[in-house]
């Protein structure tokens, strides 16, 4: 008996934790109660981060705002393949949640999967523009074309 599991074949080795398979037994090993998942806690929940702008943050990148409100269905294709998702994330239903969930975990943002829902339900463009600003880069990549110099 080994922590209170009944196994044939099996003998302590003397270390804690250690065993080996006993070969001479022409036993086969039997569990009769599964291991049990235990319960822990996150150890980067100090590390976490507030999303770069509020959710209200239109102010800071009014563009990502306008595109949001009048077209999410391509701001949200945008915002998936910038993750590395498929753009037919965005019309599955339930997937503008997935993806929110996904940017706050990729990421390492603070939340939950409840506070998602709620956002997402209740404020879907402004969660989308809040999502588009997270995920697009800072400044416009320079066109390789022709440069004049002054």
Known sequence: MINGLFVSGIEETGVPGHCRWN?????SAVVVQQPRKSKHKRLVEDSEREWKTSLIGCGDDFESFLLSVFCPLCVSCDIASRIGENNCIAIVPGGLLALRTRIRTKKNIKGTMCGDCMI???????SVAQMYR?????ERPKSEGWTMEV
């Open 23 to 27: 070969t001479s037994s022409q036993e």
């Open 120 to 126: 997402q339900c209740c404020l879907c463009q402004l």
């Open 134 to 138: 997270e995920v697009k880069p800072k």
